[in-house]
């Protein structure tokens, strides 16, 4: 990935890049130990090389033959680290000039600059965790609140993976067990009853639907869901936007059509992580601009876990409103009537027959807040949300997900409409290829690559 051979020596600055009291560079790799010795001195004069693992020691950085820093090396020993390689962690003053430089100098000593996510890549590559552990880090990240650190430590400790894998063993011994019964007619393997392999496949599908309809839960409370502000122009979406980020984001002005491409930014509604869109409307229009805006709208509601839907309640509902009712039905949705400190006006039976009860607020002047951020917990059911169970990281895993979960109703309808059990067996298959490539045990390096290219450098 980096260009550089897998067995390389890395490093790279771990802690963010800011002024703070202490910074960390990581080394890792087969010479990290010979590469931090050439520019750390121990004040007892101890080779880190001669070091056993576990062990830190404090002493001076060198730039050639000058004192640059006082720090604290860190030995882990292969396999005891995080990557599963020999580490080195050199703990300095967290400045960001000096913490550049000593990169540059262990850089200089032999160690070559890590790629995004490169050491979390080798651990994975070392078996310290599989494709969706490594995944979980970055939930961990990201995640904001008690919820949102529990469910992606739980992550971190294998929880999916441990439900993944009972998963496939069942659905392995199944089709171990159908691939023996066809391929060796003579010999006296009991045929697996259709009654035994409707329960296997239901219960499998079963846990993987339960998996999947999770999904949104447990994403709005670590990194993130997708929602969108949709209405037609002048409701007051940019004003809504302003209210839930806390300050001026989107341009607010009386001018139809002022927000003309989609504005994002990641806000927290009683305690759901979303990743909001302040769209362009969905008027019809000339302007060949806000045309393009206009789509992008209209794809952020296919794409969205939840969509803002704002009417006006001091206007008559127009063709725009209507059209957006129509777009909007059967989705996410929560209808959103703004500007309630005005005269009323829009025909609120005709939304809420539609889209279901409908949030009363003035964006202008904050009221309805709290019943928005109650109805947002509610849609993503967060609040009851079980931590402790396995769920899915990121779209990645969803679409693995899903995709085993529908071989497994093609392999149940196969059995249903009396199809050959081989054909069955097919089905199962590639129920447990997407499922290995979810866990990362028969991923491509193509995809390998992909979700380590996601992670910042030093992780
Ligand atoms: P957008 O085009 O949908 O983004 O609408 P804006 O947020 O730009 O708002 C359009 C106009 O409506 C502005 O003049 C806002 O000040 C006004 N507005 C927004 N929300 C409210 C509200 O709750 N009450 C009142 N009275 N005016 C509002």
Redesign the pocket.
Known sequence: MSGFNEYSTIAAVATPLGTGGVSIIRISGEDAMLIADKCFKSVLGKKLTDSDGYRAHYGKIFDKEKPIDEAVCLVFKKPHSYTGENVVEINCHGGIYITKKILQTVISCGAVPAAPGEFTKRAFLNGKLDLSEAESVMNLISAQGEQGISAAYNMLEGSLSKKINEICSSLISAAANIAAWVDYPDDEIPEISDDNLKIILNNANNELNKLLSRFDSGMAVTSGVEAA?V????????????LMTGYDR?????I????RDVIEETVNLGGCLLRLS?TA?IRNTCDEVEKIGVERSKSKIERAAVIFA?F???KPLSDEDFELIESCKNKSVIPII?????KPQADIDYIEKNLGKCIY?????G?GYDELCSAVTDLLNTKNFDTSSAMLANERQRLCCEKASKSLTEAENALEIGLTLDAVGVCIDDAVNNLLELTGEKASEAVVNEVFSRFCVGK
């Open positions: 502000i209405g037609k122009p002048n409701v007051g979406k940019s004003t809504l936007m302003n989107s341009i607010v002005t009386e139809e059509g002022t927000t302040d409307g704002v006006d309640f001091s703004n500007k309630e400190d005005l607020i003035s964006a202008k002047n009221s």
